[in-house]
Protein backbone atom coordinates (compact mmCIF):
# COMPACT_ATOMS: atom_id res chain seq x y z
CA UNK A 1 0.00 0.00 0.00
CA UNK A 2 1.30 3.29 -1.04
CA UNK A 3 1.26 6.51 0.97
CA UNK A 4 1.35 9.69 0.10
CA UNK A 5 1.50 12.50 2.72
CA UNK A 6 1.86 16.42 1.88
CA UNK A 7 2.81 19.45 3.23
CA UNK A 8 4.73 22.60 3.46
CA UNK A 9 1.66 24.87 1.68
CA UNK A 10 0.67 28.03 3.15
CA UNK A 11 -0.36 32.23 2.03
CA UNK A 12 2.89 33.52 0.29
CA UNK A 13 3.24 37.05 -1.47
CA UNK A 14 3.02 37.12 -5.32
CA UNK A 15 7.42 36.34 -5.96
CA UNK A 16 7.81 34.13 -3.31
CA UNK A 17 8.67 30.95 -2.77
CA UNK A 18 7.04 27.47 -1.08
CA UNK A 19 8.52 24.18 -0.87
CA UNK A 20 6.25 21.30 -0.68
CA UNK A 21 6.92 18.10 0.28
CA UNK A 22 5.15 14.66 -0.32
CA UNK A 23 6.50 12.14 2.35
CA UNK A 24 5.91 8.49 0.33
CA UNK A 25 5.80 4.92 2.07
CA UNK A 26 4.88 1.86 1.05
CA UNK A 27 6.93 -0.40 -1.49
CA UNK A 28 10.38 0.65 -2.61
CA UNK A 29 9.97 3.30 -5.27
CA UNK A 30 12.88 2.19 -7.22
CA UNK A 31 10.43 1.46 -10.25
CA UNK A 32 8.03 4.71 -9.35
CA UNK A 33 7.04 7.79 -10.75
CA UNK A 34 6.22 10.49 -8.29
CA UNK A 35 4.09 13.54 -10.12
CA UNK A 36 2.53 16.74 -8.37
CA UNK A 37 -0.67 17.94 -9.44
CA UNK A 38 -2.95 21.10 -8.46
CA UNK A 39 -6.30 21.84 -8.51
CA UNK A 40 -7.21 25.35 -8.41
CA UNK A 41 -10.87 26.87 -7.45
CA UNK A 42 -13.62 25.67 -10.35
CA UNK A 43 -11.07 24.42 -12.27
CA UNK A 44 -9.63 20.62 -13.12
CA UNK A 45 -7.12 19.15 -11.69
CA UNK A 46 -3.68 19.49 -13.41
CA UNK A 47 -0.52 18.42 -14.15
CA UNK A 48 2.58 20.42 -12.61
CA UNK A 49 5.54 18.33 -12.88
CA UNK A 50 6.64 14.58 -12.10
CA UNK A 51 10.10 12.42 -11.81
CA UNK A 52 11.52 9.11 -11.63
CA UNK A 53 11.97 8.08 -8.65
CA UNK A 54 15.23 6.29 -10.30
CA UNK A 55 17.14 8.75 -12.46
CA UNK A 56 15.16 12.09 -11.56
CA UNK A 57 14.33 12.53 -15.00
CA UNK A 58 11.44 15.05 -14.96
CA UNK A 59 9.01 16.85 -16.81
CA UNK A 60 7.20 19.75 -15.83
CA UNK A 61 3.94 21.94 -17.17
CA UNK A 62 5.00 24.77 -19.52
CA UNK A 63 3.11 27.21 -16.85
CA UNK A 64 6.02 26.41 -14.04
CA UNK A 65 8.91 25.61 -16.29
CA UNK A 66 11.60 27.27 -15.09
CA UNK A 67 10.09 28.71 -11.75
CA UNK A 68 9.56 24.83 -9.98
CA UNK A 69 11.58 22.49 -9.46
CA UNK A 70 10.98 18.88 -8.29
CA UNK A 71 13.26 16.63 -6.23
CA UNK A 72 13.96 13.80 -4.40
CA UNK A 73 15.50 12.54 -1.03
CA UNK A 74 15.68 8.52 -1.36
CA UNK A 75 16.51 8.12 2.09
CA UNK A 76 14.04 10.00 3.24
CA UNK A 77 11.63 8.78 0.78
CA UNK A 78 10.34 12.40 -0.16
CA UNK A 79 9.97 14.19 -3.07
CA UNK A 80 9.96 18.27 -3.36
CA UNK A 81 8.11 20.95 -5.16
CA UNK A 82 9.95 23.87 -5.07
CA UNK A 83 8.09 27.06 -6.21
CA UNK A 84 9.45 30.35 -7.08
CA UNK A 85 8.29 33.22 -8.23
CA UNK A 86 4.99 32.60 -7.38
CA UNK A 87 2.33 33.94 -9.00
CA UNK A 88 -1.56 34.35 -8.22
CA UNK A 89 -2.68 31.86 -10.75
CA UNK A 90 -0.60 29.78 -8.62
CA UNK A 91 -3.03 29.23 -5.64
CA UNK A 92 -4.72 25.63 -5.91
CA UNK A 93 -4.42 22.64 -3.68
CA UNK A 94 -1.36 20.84 -4.25
CA UNK A 95 -1.47 16.99 -4.81
CA UNK A 96 1.47 14.53 -5.11
CA UNK A 97 1.02 11.86 -7.00
CA UNK A 98 2.45 8.01 -7.04
CA UNK A 99 2.61 5.55 -10.17
CA UNK A 100 4.51 2.42 -11.19
CA UNK A 101 6.56 2.87 -14.19
CA UNK A 102 7.80 6.19 -16.80
CA UNK A 103 7.02 9.69 -15.59
CA UNK A 104 3.58 10.96 -16.98
CA UNK A 105 1.55 13.90 -17.28
CA UNK A 106 -1.70 12.50 -17.48
CA UNK A 107 -3.51 12.07 -13.90
CA UNK A 108 -5.82 8.90 -14.37
CA UNK A 109 -2.58 7.09 -14.97
CA UNK A 110 -1.79 7.72 -11.06
CA UNK A 111 -3.47 5.46 -8.97
CA UNK A 112 -1.69 6.86 -5.64
CA UNK A 113 -2.95 10.33 -4.08
CA UNK A 114 -1.87 12.06 -1.36
CA UNK A 115 -4.74 14.37 0.89
CA UNK A 116 -3.60 17.74 -1.10
CA UNK A 117 -2.02 21.08 0.43
CA UNK A 118 -3.18 24.17 0.04
CA UNK A 119 -1.18 26.87 -1.27
CA UNK A 120 -2.23 30.63 -1.59
CA UNK A 121 -0.62 33.15 -3.57
CA UNK A 122 -1.62 36.63 -2.91
CA UNK A 123 -1.51 39.91 -5.40
Known amino acids: QVQLVESGGGLVQAEGSLRLSCAAS????????MGWFRRAPGKEREFVAA????????IYADSVKGRFTISRDNAKNTVYLQMNSLKPEDTAVYYC????????????????WGQGTQVTVSS
Open 97 to 112: AARFGSTSWRRNEYPY
Open 51 to 58: STWSSGSA
Open 26 to 33: GPPFNSMS
